[in-house]
């Protein structure tokens, strides 16, 4: 099944596909076909990744998959949730994200996380029914980065029943662990019982 990717993430391409190639499908990133980033003006994940599918789909003619993921720290009453890879503007920069938040969080003892994401499959861009998973990491932030795996704030995400970060897990262990893994399985699942 040949499905477009709404991102133009290497990284995320990467992540995606280890999960989804051995079930047969190929994901297509949307700026290989030219098609341009869609805007996410929405507050919640599910908003902005239907929208996102919905944007690759039609201007592909093909089948979408878009992802919607963030970090939600519960000091700041989720944020930066939806605005994760913007945290710190534009140009996007993990680095300069990681910054922002070590430095809004300071000393603070409320350091709880959670990695969100939310998956949404549309057949066609006009899908009255867009298969939608989600899946949630829960952690916490270190004050300072371990590891130089993954990419985003894992460097900061720290497991405690692991005793390492998301950044010091390698490909597989993380796929199977993490919230877009997490969502992968619950959308896989779903797709199997609707044939």
Known sequence: MKLVLAS?????????DAIL?????????QGQLGIPEAEEPHCSFVENALTKARHASRLSGLPALADDS???VDA??????????????????????????LAELGDSCRRAARFVSVIVLVRHADDPQPIIAEGEWDG???SAARGDEGFGYDPLFYIRELDQ???????TEKNRRSHRGQALAR?????????
């Open 8 to 16: 133009n993430n290497a990284k995320k391409l990467k992540e995606l």
């Open 187 to 195: 959308l896989v699942e779903r797709l199997q019982a609707r044939r």
């Open 21 to 29: 190639a051995p079930l047969g499908w190929e994901l297509v990133p």
């Open 165 to 171: 970060t998301a950044a010091e897990l390698d490909a």
């Open 70 to 72: 963030g970090l939600c």
């Open 140 to 142: 916490e932030i270190l």
């Open 76 to 101: 700041f009453g989720g944020a930066p949730g939806v605005q994760s890879a913007r945290y710190a503007g534009e140009p996007r920069s993990d680095a300069r994200n990681n910054q922002k938040l």
